[in-house]
């Protein structure tokens, strides 16, 4: 039975993994028009376009949020962020 509680634990950390995954390649896709399994493989000079481009779209974020703009996401906020320190990671 304990077997069966860690195989389902497994499963759902998985899950939620890929969900979050999922969430983040829509969310960058939609919000600035990059391709994450691109971004992700680029190298060199394309890399560091797209890390400036995400970070140029992470500021104007952070710009409506200190001004408190009405179209201020925070979901937004923070799968912006999250997709740039993981391409951080793969730099």
Do not use: P
Request: proline residues 0%.
């Amino acid at each position: 039975m304990q077997e069966l509680a860690k195989e389902a634990h497994a499963f759902s950390a998985k899950n939620t993994v890929a969900i979050a995954d999922a969430q983040q390649r829509v969310a960058l896709q939609i919000l600035c028009g990059i391709n994450f399994d691109e971004a992700l493989a680029a190298s060199g000079d394309q890399h560091a376009a797209l890390m400036q481009r995400l970070e140029r779209a992470l500021k104007v974020e952070r710009l409506k949020g200190l001004k408190r703009h009405w179209s201020y996401d925070l979901n937004r906020h923070i799968a912006l962020k999250q997709a740039l320190d993981r391409l951080r990671d793969t730099a």
